[in-house]
């Protein structure tokens, strides 16, 4: 446990190290040099704004106010990370303990978003970033979309693509030639908190979609409410051992809040639709219209926009 998680930091912790941090899945992580500047926007004004449990150093813009993890994860070590991260599973794969893992939580909400975005383009061929296990592939063929899918190991997209009957994509997301301009929606649900290069899937995106085409992003909403007790609970150090566990840094690098997204979005070539809160079935009534309209009531985020004509930052 790094010693800046007991109190409140008066200068930055020590950046993360393999020796200092210990990733998911058992390995040993391995880091790229500190960033010293934005990867989104380039701004120089990089300052210290949280720590996490496994002493990763988490930096904030202070041009665009993105938050992301500095120094990142290694190519190699995230290649290795997610060769096991997603897992096809069958109709025997046991439940998972968290509600919102569950396979009828997750369809519901998948159908929600896709209803969503389909009120603002007609339902037609949509790229499915980050298909995963293929769920949401399964859900958007259902709704009446022709989705196509994306992903990252080339193993796990062609069994899903073997599953699904439906074609998915592997490789750097940037280089995905998919069919450009032809896609109507774009679907990126808890995608843009993952990779290194959050600009380069956003400039892509534009590419790919048609003129007047839909995004759909979905993120975890660092500026939430919860998220930010949790924030100054860990600065003070009265959780130590949770010390930015929201974070989730085992494979989230990118932090992101309304604002952010809204101006990322713009900056990218997109006009905003919808900011609103999640859409995942709440067990709370009020709860859930009131995260979904005051979006920093709610721990999830989402965001609709609409592909504008022109090039891109």
């Known amino acids: 446990m790094v010693d800046s998680a007991r109190a409140v930091p008066v200068s930055p912790p020590p950046v993360s190290s393999p020796e200092g941090a210990a990733a998911a899945g058992g390995l040993v992580a391995e880091y790229d040099p500190a960033l010293v500047h934005c990867p989104l926007c380039g701004g120089k004004d990089l300052v210290f704004f949280d720590a996490d449990f496994r002493r990763h150093r988490i930096d904030r813009c202070g041009t665009c106010g993105v938050a992301f993890m500095n120094p990142q994860y ?9 060769s ?38 007609a339902r037609g061929c949509v790229l499915m970033v980050g298909c995963g296990d293929g769920l949401e592939l399964e859900i958007a063929k259902r709704e009446g979309w022709q989705p196509h899918g994306y992903d990252i190991d080339p193993a796990t997209t062609a069994a899903v693509s073997a599953r699904f009957g439906v074609p998915v994509h592997s490789g750097r997301f940037d280089e995905l030639a998919g069919i450009p301009g032809g896609y109507d ?17 956003l400039r892509h995106s534009h590419r790919l979609l048609r003129d007047g085409g839909v995004l759909f992003l979905g993120t975890p909403n660092t500026g939430s409410l919860s998220n930010r007790l949790k924030t100054l609970v860990g600065r003070f150090g009265l959780r130590p051992a949770r010390r930015g566990k929201h974070y989730n840094t ?64």
């Open 74 to 82: 290694s190519d190699a070590h995230l290649q290795r990370f997610y």
């Open 185 to 201: 929606g774009l679907f990126m649900d808890q995608v843009i908190e993952h990779p290194k290069n959050p600009a380069d899937y």
């Open 84 to 121: 096991t991260y997603i897992s096809v599973h069958d109709q025997a794969a046991p439940t998972p303990k968290r509600r919102r893992s569950r396979p009828e939580i997750r369809a519901a909400s998948k159908a929600r978003c896709l209803g969503l975005m389909a009120k603002h383009v």
């Open 250 to 313: 085992k494979h989230h690098i990118f932090f992101y809040t309304p604002a952010v997204i809204r101006g990322l979005l713009e900056r990218y070539g997109f006009e905003v639709l919808e900011l609103r809160g999640s859409m995942k079935p709440q067990l709370n009534p009020v709860t859930a219209v009131l995260g979904r309209w005051f979006p920093n009531l709610d721990s999830g985020l989402i965001a609709v926009a609409r592909k504008k004509a022109g090039g891109v930052g």
